[in-house]
């Protein structure tokens, strides 16, 4: 799996106000979707694209344009959702399919609770959003479940990793001949005992939606 951490001012300044306690929840999801805009731009570097032959006002010329089958942007529920604008803003042909997923509290593991996505992805580039990448379950799931239906690139956007997610992820991806992409705006300390990510943000869904 490929791992890029998108370092720039940018990211760092707004990731600390969505990080900070006091960051109410109108402004965290507007900074989450400022974010997600500005990783989308590096999830995008390999989107795939075909010559298009157009005609300017003086002279014709040949650029491109993003290629069919369309991309497909994946926001794991609930708190994919506070990415999805940012992402599809970016990525104009993009078309959605939706994820439910949650962690059990006690043991961690994810459960698939609600799925809406074309059958057949062959062929088809997906973007995965998901905020945190935690103990690595529910993203590991989520690709899984693409690469079966036939998607065959696959890019995970997350705001903030923890290297034991990184780690959990690359072991239980690792036989997959799919090419797996990671963006994260960072790569964070550790998990606690309880599953967050330390420093982190909190309970990204509730932070973005509140508390359930
Ligand atoms: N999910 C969250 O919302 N926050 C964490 O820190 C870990 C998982």
């Known amino acids: 799996m490929r791992v890029i ?11 600390t106000y969505l990080r900070h306690k006091d960051t109410d929840s109108p402004t965290f999801r507007r900074l989450a979707d400022e974010l997600v805009t ?23 010329t040949t650029g491109i344009r993003l290629s069919t089958p369309k991309p497909l942007v994946v926001p794991i529920l609930r708190a994919g959702l506070g990415m999805l604008e940012g992402m599809v803003r970016l990525l104009p042909t993009a ?5 439910g997923m949650l962690r059990n ?15 057949d992805l062959s062929g088809r580039q997906c973007y995965v959003l998901d905020p945190m990448l935690a103990t690595g379950g529910t993203l590991a799931m989520s690709i899984q479940y693409l690469v079966e239906r036939g998607a065959d690139d ?59």
């Open 95 to 99: 078309e959605v399919g939706f994820l």
């Open 105 to 119: 509290e006690e043991t961690l593991e994810a459960v698939t609770y609600a799925n809406r996505l074309p059958d």
């Open 5 to 15: 951490v998108a370092d720039h001012p940018l990211i760092a300044h707004k990731l």
């Open 154 to 212: 696959i890019t995970a956007v997350t705001l903030l990793a923890a290297p034991e997610g990184i780690a959990a992820l690359e072991g239980q991806l690792a036989s997959l001949d799919v090419p797996v992409t990671l963006v994260t705006a960072a790569v964070d300390e550790r998990l606690n005992e309880d599953g967050y990510i330390i420093p982190g943000l909190g309970d990204a869904g509730d932070r973005l939606y509140g508390v359930v």
């Open 38 to 60: 500005l990783l989308a731009y590096e999830a995008t570097r390999e989107v795939r694209v075909e010559p298009f032959d157009i005609v300017t006002p003086v002279a014709p």
